[in-house]
């Protein structure tokens, strides 16, 4: 009897787990892995196919930036000898000039604005990633043979291992009273007065969120310098946030914590402009020359970007020059 017992038991397992495997579909489970495992067989060389000349461009590509290394070896040689830090960022600046040249076709049009030696104010509009300031500060050294001292957001600061990538690139968090220091002693300064604000709710119809913000005007006129507006054509093309959602505007403004996602890194043609310096007025007052400055960054977005911001368009910039229609 026991037996039998046993056998009726197993045939109701196998009964219940066959209809369970019909009801569940695992029927077909075999023919799904046939499925994949001959798309596997057929799209593995597809990848590899494509893949390794991916590989090949990214060896190219790092050969073209030890190029741009070695053809400024003896002015990194002599800047080694003189101070360590000042051949870290030369060789650090010859990088990242390689890397825009390479990856954005990076130009600067009036570097001749830029004095080669004296304080000035450098105001300039705030990327989702301010990418295109980092290949300024870049060519500011090696043409101009000057570090650009920097103002950014607290959270920076946070970072960790940041610490000493802003010490090397004299990055300050932006007290006036610092601010004003620094320009006295002849350095150069730049700053965006839209910030982390302008940084993740811009969009591609490239608006400045600078508010009522007048430090920097204030700081300029304490310092007596002028002040060179900046602007990076389609910046907003390179890299875009998610920030003008409303959930991330939220965040930000009830926790001040900037963390809306940014996407990108498109190849795109960047153009970074330099106004035509603001001299420093004793009878201009801060409010006046803050509305002066964003009036000039203005007039560089009017001139020279497409509103609103394509990427396919900035893209094509790569391979032909279009003057904007006036």
Known sequence: VQPTYQLVCLGLQVCMFHAWEDWAGLGQVDDYLSVLEYLLWVFTPLA???ILPFLIVILLYLSILFLHVYKRKNQLREAYCNNLWDGAR?????????HGAIWHGYEIHGMEKIPDKGPALIVYYHGAIPIDYYYFLANVIIQRGRTCHSVADHFLFKIPGFKLLLEVFSVIH???????????????????PGGVR?????????PLFWGKRKGFAQVAIDSQVPVIPMFTQNVREGFRSLGTLRFFRWLYERFRLPIAPVYGGFPVKFRTFLGDPIPYDPNVNAAELAEKVQQAVQSLIDQHQKIPGNILRALLERFYTKQKDH
Not at 90 to 98: F, H, I, V
């Open 48 to 50: 590899i196919v494509f």
């Open 90 to 98: 030369k060789t650090l600046a010859t990088l990242w000039d390689g």
């Open 198 to 206: 302008e940084a993740l709710f811009s969009d591609e119809t490239y």
């Open 174 to 192: 932006g007290p006036q009273e610092e601010c004003v220091r620094a320009l006295k002693n002849g350095h150069l300064l730049g700053i965006s």
